[in-house]
């Protein structure tokens, strides 16, 4: 027998880092050069346009995401959610954007030295959003095929909380972002580099967190299948 195509009556999906699988674009101007120079993802120093493609691109990964998975649930199912984010309408936060700002700070410092050229970091964006609760529920509203139930945010520490002699917070942060992020870096920016980045991502994470108490936004939604 054919199984339906809507048969669970209950979802849970953390999305972790990418809810596309491609950086937004528009990101160059009309001939071909980059528009975020010397950055990787959204930062305070951005155009207006650059932050209008991000979102954008959200909107319709999401949108997408939302429109395939109310296929594979019945009416009244639940689905939750669980993603990064932010808790301000201004998307350069520092507590959505700033670890991507190091990022890019210790990408430009072996530019700065001559270990890598600064047009493979002008040329490189980050597939990455984190929205704010507000944005989310426009796009599921507008979307159609659920409901808002319930929804939250809370925070973590970005290096989970743990306090262990053996490293620095910043080595602890860096070596946890590299279990993610070293597959995408490394196809851009090729392996050689990837050992000396991470260990000048940890000083810059370490200078930053004795200085700031900047945490990571995690937003959960629950849903019901209209």
Known sequence: ???PKSHSDIC?????LLLGCKAPVGLEDGSGRALNKGKIY???SSPECVLDAYSQQFNNDFSSFIACRSHEM?????M???FMGRTTIDPTSDHSCYQWELLAR???SMVSQGLLEEEKVDCFDAPYYAPCMEEVKKVIEKEGSFMVEEHDACEIEWDGGMELQSDSRGERVSRTLRAV???MLESHFGPHIMDELFRRFGQHVEEHLSNNDTKYINLVVSLVKL
Do not use: H
């Not at 849970?12 to 972790?16: A, I, N, V």
């Not at 019945?74 to 639940?78: E, F």
């Open 1 to 3: 027998m054919k199984r």
């Open 12 to 16: 849970f999906d953390r999305l972790l």
């Open 42 to 44: 959204i930062s305070k």
């Open 74 to 78: 019945v009416t009244g199912g639940r």
């Open 80 to 82: 939750v959610l669980s």
């Open 106 to 108: 210790s990408l430009m």
């Open 181 to 183: 992020l070293e597959p």
